[in-house]
């Protein structure tokens, strides 16, 4: 298993990082195939996409508790061309963007929010 962290904002209001992790991962092409969460990780996210018609599972969690997000491939799960997406989901994920909602500003959103989901 190789884990690969997203350096994302700290203030990022985590709602926004949920979506925009949809955003990035349907934008590339690829389909959502599992969203949960892990017991390992209490209130955590957790996603499976997948490439349309090929092998190869990228894993992606975000965990508000700790305000962290990382991708995952585990060995089993390996395929070239998951591989291949891996650097551009990551750009997509950690590019900086302003919020055109709260006129560029990044607002702050409290964890304990997101653990009621």
Same mark, same amino acid.
């Given at each position: 298993?190789?884990?690969?962290?997203?350096?994302?904002?700290?203030?990022?209001?985590?709602?926004?990082?949920?979506?925009?992790?949809?955003?990035?991962?349907?934008?590339?092409?690829?389909?959502?195939?599992?969203?949960?969460? =892990?017991? /390992?990780?209490?209130? !955590?996210?957790?996603?499976?996409? #997948?490439?349309?018609?090929?092998? %190869?599972? &990228?894993?992606? +969690?975000?965990?508000?508790?700790?305000?962290?997000?990382?991708?995952?491939?585990?060995?089993?799960?390996?395929?070239?061309?998951?591989?291949?997406? =891996?650097? /551009?989901?990551?750009? !997509?994920?950690?590019?900086?963007? #302003?919020?055109?909602?709260?006129? %560029?500003? &990044?607002?702050? +959103?409290?964890?304990?929010?997101?653990?009621?989901?």
């Amino acid at each position: 298993m190789r884990d690969f962290p997203i350096d994302s904002q700290a203030d990022a209001d985590l709602r926004k990082v949920e979506a925009k992790v949809e955003r990035c991962c349907g934008d590339l092409g690829l389909v959502q195939a599992m969203k949960d969460m =892990l017991a /390992k990780y209490p209130g !955590c996210i957790h996603w499976h996409y #997948k490439k349309k018609g090929v092998s %190869g599972t &990228l894993e992606v +969690t975000l965990w508000p508790y700790k305000r962290q997000l990382w991708l995952t491939i585990q060995e089993g799960r390996r395929a070239e061309s998951i591989e291949e997406e =891996l650097p /551009k989901v990551k750009q !997509c994920l950690s590019a900086r963007r #302003k919020d055109p909602d709260q006129n %560029g500003v &990044l607002q702050i +959103t409290d964890p304990v929010t997101l653990l009621g989901r």
